[in-house]
């Protein structure tokens, strides 16, 4: 290289540094192994974990982090993170008491059963794109209710200035945001045709700065009024507003009665390990547990790692698990989910005595599981967060698929769910994510569409051990299932558990989908020998994962398929 050419390069990456330093606006390097000594963030934005993490050395919890790092990155990661989305929270305390907080999106009360089916009782888009599709928020009340119970920072401007300023001062792109935005333009453009924020003449590239003066505003209204600054008054105008535009059934109304809901854990053991993860209106926790009872009894660490005969086993788990999700699980508050018998360990037992070691079983042949009496009883984001005190917060966030509806609110900024899609608009009818739905998850009025979100904390003989979770629809849970087993099975660290290659089958459509150029093809054969139909698929999730070390270090694992970062300290 020149002398002079090594000058330039030199001074430019002193002038890139210092951009890093400068507070006007901030781009961050993301970490994907992080070890420390006392807390921990994992996002999927270096500059989302670092607000987590400050609040933390400003002596916040691990909720105070979750709350400010759910509306930094409702501000940094638009395609995912979201004021106008829903999700789940896992939380445990450091004394090992462990609890739910559903604030996953409501049916608006004029929404029907059949609203998505054309004249011909067909399924129409209209539940993927545009202003029908949109559910009624719950991230905002989410983090309210989470932080009236368990925060310790009271003053909320600790907690949302970080995100207000990198609205209002914005913040750098990266390529891969660059070019999702570019990829998303007719989609904006159609959906938005006044024109919005997430639309630019040339293309995006990486480098730009991106300002978001809208979404300040609508944050700091958050920030002064506390819930009723986005359900009520000028936010829940203007997004009434925007519904009125188009085909919108969101009223006032609907905005004011939202609620999330306290729920019981899923728990399940494995082994010397307790799982504790998200109940239904989640299919995640059953799914889960299912998976990992049906597991169990085989000798999968010996026979190894992305071994044939355990992606086989594991595989058959899965499918078995997807075909009781499509029959039973919806909205547990409008439908009687059978959890009690799923979880049984009897039932799961008889469920795998189908299973041939030489032979795939077929889907069309492993339908649902049935009770004898009626019981009474791919875009997504996760972040995992341990505090000072050992406290630990699971939550999984989304607007659905990759910025939900592509409706951004007029004058407010912020970017609407496509959530309706995860409903089953007609019985046996695919969503977006090929998932197959019957009665349980039919549409009513109010009712909350069923996920597979599954932000999970596992325990080590009554110790706190993992806190995962990760998005990729459908496959959120059988990636959960495979990190979690590397770690437990294969006794991978936390970043390795999560870099590993994944594979995902979900009963329908009958196919084992293997991440490309990753297994070995004598496995594939092997497989396929068995008669599994092996689909080799692109990138599968973005897992945030921490993990304690046996010496109480903690591990952050962030996820090498996108910019997520590991913070710790
Ligand atoms: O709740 C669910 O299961 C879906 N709406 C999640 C979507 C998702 O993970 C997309 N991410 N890639």
Sequence with gaps: MKKSTFFIIFFLNILCFSCIQTNTATFLPSEK???????????????????GANILRQGGNAVDAAVGLQFALAVVYPRAGNIGGGGFMIYRDKDGTSTTLDFREKAPKTAS????LDSKGDPTDKSRYGHLSVGVPGSVDGMFTAHAKYGKIQDFNTLLQPAIDLAEKGYYLTEKEASSLNEKKADFEKNNPEGCLFIKDSPWKKGDLFVQKDLAETLKRIRDKGRAGFYEGKTAALLVKEMQTATGIIS???????????????????????????PPPSSGGIALVQMLKMIEPY????????????????????????ADRAEHLGDPDYWTVPQAQLLD?????????????????????????????????EETTHFSIVDTEGNAVSITTTLNSSYGSK??????????????????????????????????????????????????????????N????????????????????????????????IQAKRFHHQWLPDALYMEEGAFKDSTVQALERKGHTVKSRGAIGRFEGILVLPDGKLEGGADTRGDDDAEGF
């Design 113 to 116: 059963r059949d609203m998505y």
């Design 345 to 377: 360990s009897g039932y799961l037992k008889s469920r795998m005595s189908t299973f041939e070691d030489k032979q795939a079983s077929k889907s069309a042949d492993v339908a649902a599981g049935t009770f004898e009496a009626p019981v009474e009883s």
């Design 252 to 278: 006032l109304d609907d905005l004011k009665s939202y609620q999330s809901v306290w729920r019981k854990p899923i728990k399940g053991q494995y082994k010397n390990y307790e799982i504790i993860s998200m």
């Design 466 to 497: 993992m806190v995962i979770g990760s998005p990729g629809g459908s496959t959120i849970i059988t990636q959960v299932l495979q990190v979690f087993l590397n770690v437990a099975e294969y006794d991978m660290g936390m970043s390795d558990a």
């Design 33 to 51: 192994q992080v070890l420390a000594d006392s807390a921990m963030v994992v996002s999927a934005h270096p500059l989302a974990s670092e607000v």
């Design 407 to 464: 409706v951004v609110v007029a004058g407010a900024g912020f970017i609407l769910n496509n959530e309706m899609d995860d409903f089953s608009a007609k019985p046996g009818v695919p969503n977006l994510y090929g998932l197959i739905g019957k009665e349980a998850n039919a549409i009513q009025p109010e009712k909350r569409m069923l996920s597979s979100m599954t932000p999970t904390i596992v325990t080590k003989e009554g110790q706190l």
């Design 299 to 322: 000798p999968i660490k010996s026979w190894g790692f992305q071994d044939a005969r355990s992606i086989h086993v594991i595989t058959e788990s899965m499918r078995r698990a997807y």
